[in-house]
């Protein structure tokens, strides 16, 4: 028998075999906490105007495109219920605002366009009784609704919203500001550039990269040197007209990937967006109304936000991979499960590779969920590291899926902790992290198995490694045990 640590015969003596499916991915719009992300089109702009009816006192919008009737009546209609709305438009836009403008007007509320100040006004946020404000990368325009890749993100933090509304009265009475960045804001024209630009050279593993528009030098030239230096690097990009082909180009020279959508009648990118280090301590994220141009850094009146939050980050990042995955899908040419050994039912590693023969186990103390096998990561209670992979060719033109069911059990009692991890990776050929996938901890321990699945379509066509490196600190097992694997194209 394994010589893991002796309390996990007890551990699994209670357990049972429980399914449960676990995508780590996506958030839920308006949930508590600071920040919350509303994915567009996916999720619909509900929450949007249900926030909006939840105002008692005040409604600041400041927005480049207004041209949703259901978002204006429900304005109207907070202004004649004794709501003070205040909205800034654009001033170049008055032809798109313009009935907007007059139906807010013509209700007694305050209405006015843009200070002469910047060229554009391309902001597109709502506040709401000085208590939240929504940061949003899209507009308020019917129109572009159903086919346009968007985020917002709810906002609680009161430093946040304090400086969004100090931000709001300036501009509102045409005055100069210099904007406070509160805790996690990114402002236009004082410092997106110098904000995005450090995030950008800050990643160490990963860097994916959503823009409407690719042509700012400085930060175009960031991404490069990103992937040149061994960040794995992904942009999705609308380029329509071949707007952005040269920037482009540069990226997948130096070793990035790069997807395009290049129709304004079909499915957009309008989003602005950077994932960092997803998967690690370190990821972190910016969404906003700053696109990867001159103006928009440097003369707009523009406002993002580069957070943590990791429900933030994983909704993302998730729409992020769908977009990948999808852009360039020209049909699959080999469906199926692509993985050899994946219950680990030869009582052998091959294909797999192991750290040491011990990670493959076919006993009682950590039960397979199915079969006699599984393999068991962990567990010894001092300091350790086992790894579990397999290489793998992923056919092309298809959507991918990577998936496995794992049981985790701990005698690790912290609730905050992460003391021992799991980290899942995918790697390109020559070992480079094409992506982190996730990170298990102690803190995931559950009852019984529960399966994880990603979406690994963004790869298709490659040959790729899928590993799992579990690593424990010096006392208290925690055992990462996996079973019934599959990657499947279809």
């Known amino acids: ?47 949007i105007y249900n926030f909006v009816n939840t105002a008692t006192k005040s409604i600041d919008v400041t927005i480049y495109e207004l041209r949703d009737t259901t978002l204006v009546d429900d304005l109207v209609a907070k202004q004649k219920a004794g709501v003070n709305v205040r909205v800034i438009f654009d001033s170049q836009h008055s032809s798109i605002d313009g009935p907007a403008y ?47 890749r968007d985020y917002g993100v709810f906002d609680t933090n009161q430093s946040d919203v304090s400086a969004i509304e100090t931000v ?6 045409k005055q100069p500001i210099t904007p406070s960045d509160g805790a996690d804001l990114v402002w236009s024209p004082t410092d997106s550039q110098t904000r995005i630009l450090a995030l950008i050279n800050g990643a160490q593993h990963s860097l994916d990269v959503q823009e409407e528009e690719f042509g700012d030098p400085t930060l175009v ?98 729409a992020f ?23 680990f039912e030869t009582g052998t590693a091959s294909p797999w590779t192991v750290s040491s023969p011990q990670v493959l186990y076919g006993g009682t103390a950590e039960p397979a969920r199915t079969g006699s096998w599984d393999a068991w990561l962990d567990g010894y209670g001092t300091t350790h590291t086992d790894t579990l992979a397999q290489t793998v060719a992923l056919p092309a033109g298809c959507t991918v899926s990577a998936s496995f069911w794992m049981h985790i059990d701990t005698a690790e009692t912290s609730t905050t ?62 055992s990462f045990v996996i079973d019934d694997t599959a990657v499947t194209a279809s």
């Open 1 to 47: 028998m394994k010589a893991k640590h002796w309390l996990i015969s007890s551990l699994t003596a209670a357990t049972t075999v429980a399914a449960a499916v676990f995508v780590p991915l996506g958030g839920t719009a308006h949930a508590a906490g600071d920040y919350s992300l509303v994915t567009l089109p996916d999720q619909g702009e509900s929450a």
């Open 321 to 343: 991979d769908k977009d990948f995955g999808s852009s360039g899908s020209s049909g699959c040419s080999s469906t199926g499960q692509k993985l050899g050994n994946p219950g």
């Open 221 to 318: 030239n960031a991404v490069v040197a990103d992937a040149k230096r061994g960040v794995a690097v992904r942009v999705v990009a609308e380029n329509e007209n071949n707007s952005y082909t040269t920037e482009l180009n540069e990226v997948t020279a130096a070793g990035g990937q790069v997807k395009t959508y290049t129709s304004s009648a079909g499915y957009y990118i309008h989003a602005k967006a950077i994932v960092a280090d997803y998967g690690t301590s370190s990821a972190k994220v910016f969404a906003g109304s700053e696109n990867f141009s001159d103006n928009s850094l440097n003369h707009n009146r523009e406002l993002g936000l580069i957070v943590s939050d990791s429900g933030i980050v994983n909704g993302i990042e998730q």
């Open 168 to 173: 709001f009265n300036a501009d509102y009475a």
């Open 102 to 148: 007059s139906a807010l007007q013509a209700a007694g509320a305050g209405v006015t366009y843009s200070s002469s100040a910047y060229v554009y006004t391309h902001q597109k946020t709502i506040t709401v009784d000085g208590t939240e404000s929504y940061i949003s990368t899209g507009n308020f325009d019917t129109k572009y609704y159903s086919t346009s």
């Open 417 to 478: 902790t992460k003391y021992d991890t799991l980290k899942l990776q995918l790697l390109a050929g020559n070992g480079t992290v094409l992506r982190n996938l996730y990170t298990y901890s102690n803190l995931n321990a559950n009852t019984g198995y529960a399966q994880h699945t990603f979406d690994i379509s963004a790869y298709a066509g490659q040959t790729v490694t899928l590993k799992f490196t579990g690593t424990e600190d010096s006392m208290k097992q925690t």
